[in-house]
């Protein structure tokens, strides 16, 4: 049974840090993995998609590299800034189309 | 619309009653699913749509929920006889084309409270 699992839980930061969110999965045969980020009381949002191919996509600030061999995934996210703070979600999909969540990365960026 | 959108955005209601939660997706999107987020958790899986056909509804909890999606696009969650740890958000996503390789697009949410 594919298991999600997010270090650390939470994490308090200044402002213009650079930082890394962890994600590890117990079962390398992944079809792709995709980080949200979601807001309080709001729904998530995509922030990027990396297929079981990749080994990393980029989008601004931010980079999440993919080892299926060793089932981790990273979000680096460079120069944090206070509208950075949500908790960030990892999420594997395990077939060709449900996904399987972490319980997430809660992030606060002090000003 | 340009995303995806649940109504309503809260409902609370009280145990025994039967709600309806709505999910419009992403216009062109073949593929819809529901999920469900309890406090502190991450989404969990309730059932995938690919069309107007449930492809894989093994993430329902018990015979109580359903979920229809008769003209291929909108897709109603149906929870009858509501019991107080159905309490949770409920989220729907919706993605093009027929494999997950494609992203995910998840809707605000609908917070239901059963009382």
């Known amino acids: 049974k594919q298991e999600v699992t997010q270090i650390p839980a939470a994490l308090s930061v200044p402002e213009g840090e650079n930082l890394v969110l962890n994600c590890s999965f117990t079962d390398s045969a992944i079809y792709n993995l995709q980080w949200f980020r979601q807001d309080p009381g709001k729904g998530l949002t995509s922030l990027l998609l990396?297929?079981?191919?990749?080994r990393e996509q980029t989008s601004g600030r931010l980079n999440a590299s993919l080892d299926k061999s060793s089932g981790r995934s990273t979000l680096y996210i460079a120069a944090s800034q206070p509208g950075d703070s949500a908790t960030y979600l990892c999420?594997?999909?395990?077939?060709?189309?449900?996904?399987?969540f972490g319980t997430g990365t809660r992030l606060k960026v002090l000003a | 619309g340009a995303g995806v959108s649940q109504t309503p955005s809260n409902k609370v209601t009280e145990k025994g009653k039967y709600v309806e939660l709505r999910c419009d997706p992403i216009?062109?999107?073949?593929?819809l699913y529901w999920y469900r987020q309890s406090l502190g958790q991450g989404p969990e899986f309730l059932i995938y749509f690919q069309g107007t056909g449930a492809a894989d509804d093994s993430g329902l909890p018990n015979d109580r929920f359903f979920a229809v999606r008769p003209e291929g696009s909108v897709s109603t969650l149906k929870i009858q006889r509501t019991e107080r740890g159905d309490s949770a958000v409920y989220l729907c996503a919706s993605s093009a084309g027929t494999s997950g390789h494609n992203e995910q697009f998840f809707g605000p949410g609908t917070r239901l409270t059963v009382l």
């Open positions: 990396i297929q079981s191919s990749q």
């Open positions: 216009s062109g999107h073949t593929a």
């Open positions: 999420a594997v999909a395990p077939g060709t189309y449900k996904y399987i």
